[in-house]
């Protein structure tokens, strides 16, 4: 309890420093303070403010308080950019990072790879090792967006060292600040169930992934569709995988899910290959 109660108040102070409620270099309410203005114990707030400072968002004077810190500083350029993404020789990876790698050579620019496997534990490895790292910027796929993230913290403290992040396929909602480069994945899975509309079919189903932000807002736009369409969304005819379970649960049981389906909506087209098959070995 006493963790979630550090952790809110850090959250809501995070988010005052960074809505400029508090300005940089502006000194932050003493603990006595905040405690009094909250209701939170001491050693709540003294928790929080660790936090906060950890992060690398305030700086502690001694004698004097706690201070938001100023301006980000000013890093000698070493023309390495670290490129994370959740896969590299795999699916469409290569073609990404291939692109990546061409627009940064001829900038004069050194990709450093690295891959999170979508599991937070890797990603925050990563992350932790760049903080040590001559870097100029990070690219990088959020890891299992669609959850709450445990490193967001690590996030903030690349940022307050000045290092900028672009997010590419999908974002944390916790950080929309931040600059990122993805898809209109509502509108494709709109579009893609259009299509299979427009071609007469009424009952479709539906392969998401749940763990990714991708496949929600997929989803959403399959759903509008379909609902656009005068059709029925058919929970029994819809099934969610996460990045642990996909192959297994399509195997074992996508054929029984879009049981009566004249027609799917896969979150991409290595699902689709992957449903056919078990379609297929079902006899279906």
């Known amino acids: 309890m006493n963790e979630h109660k550090y952790y809110e108040l850090a959250c809501r102070l995070r988010a005052d420093i960074q809505a400029g409620r508090y300005a940089r270099d502006e000194k932050l309410p003493s603990e006595n303070e905040l ?154 899975g709109r579009s893609a169930c259009d299509a299979l509309i427009a071609k007469g079919h009424k009952r479709i189903g539906g392969i998401f992934k749940s763990d990714d932000i991708q496949g929600h807002r997929r989803y959403a736009g399959f759903v509008e569709a379909l609902i656009n369409g005068g059709l029925e969304v058919i929970d029994d005819n819809i099934m969610w995988y996460t990045t642990e379970n996909r192959d297994a649960l399509i195997a074992s049981s996508a054929a029984g899910i879009l049981s009566g389906c004249t027609a799917c909506v896969c979150y991409n087209d290595e699902v689709a290959l992957k449903v056919i098959a078990a379609l297929e070995g079902a006899g279906k």
Do not use: C, W
Not at 103 to 109: D, E
Not at 133 to 150: H, M
Not at 163 to 178: A, L, Q, R, S, T
């Open 35 to 188: 405690t009094a203005k909250t209701g939170y114990s001491r050693q709540t707030v003294r928790q929080a403010m660790s936090v906060l400072e950890s992060e690398g968002l305030t700086v502690r004077v001694q004698g004097s308080g706690t201070y938001v810190r100023g301006d980000k500083p000013q890093r000698p350029l070493t023309h390495n950019i670290a490129v994370v993404t959740t896969y590299i020789g795999e699916y469409i990876f290569p073609a990404i990072l291939h692109g990546i790698d061409g627009v940064l050579s001829q900038n004069g620019y050194t990709s450093m790879l690295f891959a999170t496997h979508n599991r937070v534990d890797d990603e925050r490895r990563i992350l932790t090792e760049l903080l040590e790292k001559p870097i100029d910027g990070i690219i990088i796929e959020g890891t299992k967006t669609a959850l709450p993230n445990p490193n967001i913290a690590l996030y903030n403290r690349l940022e307050a060292m000045g290092v900028p992040v672009i997010f590419i396929n999908g974002f944390y909602p916790e950080m929309k600040e931040h600059v990122y480069v993805v898809a209109d994945d509502r509108a494709g």
